[in-house]
């Protein structure tokens, strides 16, 4: 397949390598626009039941097959499987020149693919900005999600036409600030799922039978306050430099849940330098509740 991608015929034959719970989310997307999955490869249990369920009669073969097979190849495995798998791949020839290879890691960009864009291949780094659950539902949070997107100039284009395509939105990331980028999502994604289930579990401790019902209206108005205002929406006892009740909360953590006290006086820190920089904390309250968190910390 040697067509340039402003030639490249419309509709493509695709395949999956690494059915996680990427992968046959995004095959399904394309398939929706009019591509053609046709192999998908994966070795877990888990893997094979995802593959059945949103690619119903693809066949599953082992990854050569799938890049023999495919004009779009989705690598869609973890991130630190990602280079051995490349490398691999190139060194077996299982690469075709003019072939479309995309990877989701949000941490590499184009750089990684370097020994299959050696052998011909298109390289292309696309990592949706979303959190995927293995299911039919993750086809469906595509639509309006945007896309960290990463390519050679001459292919950004075809890039992000498919993005647009599984209904995305693209967003042009250098590839010298993808690790930066990633880590920018994991911090706001990743840790709020901690701080979320953290947080259930000490609720339950106090005895709220559904903490989820409690926490939803709250964290829901707190999130979209911060996407709107960001540190001017800050608010609570560290915000306000109530040292008391920020002591209070470590007497309690250290009583019944140990295990959040780091959590808690870190992002408590962190909390307090955002809201005396923003001037939301009054210099004169930031001392005492500054040593509060101090004391905690050398306990």
């Not at 390598?17 to 046709?38: C, D, F, Q, T």
Request: glycine share 10%; with cysteine; charged share 20%.
């Amino acid at each position: 397949m040697n067509a340039q991608p402003e030639t490249r015929p419309a509709r493509l034959t695709v395949g999956v390598v690494g059915a996680g719970r990427v992968g046959p989310a995004l095959a399904a997307s394309l398939k929706l626009a009019g591509h053609r999955p046709v192999a998908v490869s994966g070795v877990s249990d888990a893997s094979v039941r995802r593959a059945a369920a949103l690619l119903p009669d693809v066949p599953l073969v082992p990854p050569a097959e799938v890049l023999a097979a495919a004009d779009l190849v989705l690598l869609t495995v973890p991130d630190d499987a990602l280079p051995g798998l490349v490398e691999g791949l190139a060194e077996t020839g299982a690469i075709r020149p003019g072939q479309l290879l995309v990877h989701t890691s949000g941490r590499y960009g184009t750089d990684v693919l370097a020994p299959a864009t050696r052998a011909g291949a298109l390289p292309l780094a696309l990592h949706p900005a979303m959190t995927f659950t293995g299911t039919g539902v993750d086809v469906q949070r595509l639509a309006g999600c945007s896309f960290g997107v990463t390519a050679p100039e001459e292919l950004r284009l075809a890039a992000e036409a498919l993005v647009i395509e599984m209904g995305g939105e693209p967003e042009w990331i250098e590839e010298q600030n993808r690790p930066l980028y990633h880590a920018a999502l994991a911090l706001g994604a990743n840790h709020l799922v901690t701080l979320v289930a953290q947080s259930m579990e000490l609720l339950r401790l106090a005895g709220v039978a559904a903490p989820d019902r409690m926490l939803g209206p709250l964290l829901g108005a707190a999130l979209d306050n911060a996407l709107r205002s960001g540190d001017a929406a800050l608010t609570g006892p560290v915000a306000r430099g109530d040292a008391g009740t920020v002591a209070a909360h470590i007497a309690e953590l250290r009583k019944h849940a140990p295990g959040a006290v780091a959590g808690y006086l870190a992002m408590a820190r962190t909390t307090a330098d955002r809201a005396l920089a923003h001037g939301l904390l009054k210099p004169e309250l930031a001392e005492d509740l500054l040593g509060v968190l101090a004391d905690g910390e050398n306990r």
